[in-house]
């Protein structure tokens, strides 16, 4: 426990505003008032603009500020396998709910 604190320590010492949370899926990077990490960069990944403008786009999406959003990206950049991982794992339960309501659609017709 006491490796795994000094690591976050050391993460959010050079990202503030990232701070790690408990939940049922486990430990995960996230802005301090905001999302997780791996949100942020979910859904930057949908957005369509570049540079600056899909900054704003998302910050618009998401209710957001400029340096919120550039945090997470910044967390990312150093971190992108740990966040990658965590967006992957969302996906796959999202596939699995979906499996299982379509499987209840079909049962109830």
Do not use: C, S
Not at 3 to 26: K, Q
Not at 67 to 77: D, F, K, S
């Amino acid at each position: 426990m006491a490796e795994r604190f000094i690591e976050e320590g050391l993460r959010t010492e050079g990202h503030p505003g990232i701070y790690f949370r408990d939940g049922p899926a486990g430990r995960r990077p996230g802005l301090l008032g905001g999302p997780d990490v791996w949100e942020i960069v979910g859904a930057l990944r949908t957005v369509q603009e570049k540079g600056e403008a899909r900054i704003a786009a998302l910050t618009e999406r998401l209710g957001l500020t400029a340096p919120q959003v550039l945090t997470a990206v910044r967390y990312y950049a150093e971190y992108p396998e740990e966040i990658d991982a965590w967006i992957a794992a969302n996906g796959a339960e999202a596939e699995a709910l979906e499996r299982t309501l379509e499987r209840e659609r079909e049962l109830l017709g």
